[in-house]
Antibody
Framework: EVHLVESGGALVHPGRSLRLSCATSGFSFGDYAMTWVRQAPGRGLEWVGFIRSKPYSGATEYAASVKGRFTISRDDSKSIAYLQMNSLKTEDTAVYYC??????WGQGTLVTVSS | DIQMTQSPSSLSASVGDRVTITCRTSQSINNNLNWYQQRPEKAPRLLISAAYTLISGVPSRFSGSGSGTDFTLTISSLQAEDFATYFCQQAHSVPYTFGQGTKLEI
């Protein structure tokens, strides 16, 4: 059974950094792209970005709203995906979901950016 | 970027009703459209992929149709557990975009 568990969400001040983790199990992690999506409180869903699998170069793509500030990486030996978030803004406040596109979603982790 | 227009934004209905939610995209996405259900405080759940493919375990009262730029999610006979928010999403090209959501209420 596929499991995705996000962690690392916290309350942080604007301008600070935070790294989210997505621990996975139940599938061959190295064979799949992984995606991050976020949802601001009471709002809709916003795609953040994804990382391809190593056979497909492990390349990344990002939403314009986070490009240059966020970095997605992966550790295939640990079956974990990461979302490094730098220069955080108040508008980054959201629940962040890790996804094995598009069937499997984690439970989400809350990031609050506030002074 | 592909723009998504989902309607209605909210919908009042009763158990047993047939409801339809529509999603229109700003350019053709072939059939690369997903539908999700989200209950309060829960992660979205994929209901339908590729416009009309019902995900395993999803009740058959859910169905999807459409291609190109116009898509529809239909619930043939509402059950109490169907009252939730529904989102469409295009999986055709980056950046993947979502509809604004339809809140289905009693």
């Amino acid at each position: 059974e596929v499991h995705l568990v996000e962690s690392g969400g916290a309350l942080v001040h604007p301008g600070r950094s935070l790294r989210l983790s997505c621990a996975t199990s139940g599938f061959s992690f190295g064979d799949y792209a992984m995606t991050w999506v976020r949802q601001a409180p009471g709002r809709g869903l916003e795609w953040v970005g994804f990382i391809r699998s190593k056979p497909y170069s492990g390349a990344t793509e990002y939403a314009a709203s986070v490009k240059g500030r966020f970095t997605i990486s992966r550790d295939d030996s640990k079956s974990i995906a990461y979302l490094q978030m730098n220069s955080l803004k108040t508008e980054d406040t959201a629940v962040y979901y890790c996804i094995l596109p598009w069937d499997y979603w984690g439970q989400g982790t809350l990031v609050t950016v506030s002074s | 970027d592909i723009q998504m227009t989902q309607s209605p934004s909210s919908l009042s209905a009763s158990v047993g009703d047939r409801v339809t939610i529509t999603c229109r995209t700003s350019q053709s996405i072939n059939n690369n459209l997903n539908w999700y259900q989200q209950r309060p405080e829960k992660a979205p759940r994929l209901l339908i992929s590729a416009a009309y493919t019902l995900i395993s375990g999803v009740p058959s009262r859910f169905s999807g149709s459409g291609s190109g730029t116009d898509f529809t999610l239909t619930i043939s006979s509402l059950q109490a557990e169907d009252f939730a928010t529904y989102f469409c999403q295009q999986a055709h090209s980056v950046p993947y975009t979502f509809g604004q959501g339809t809140k289905l209420e009693i």
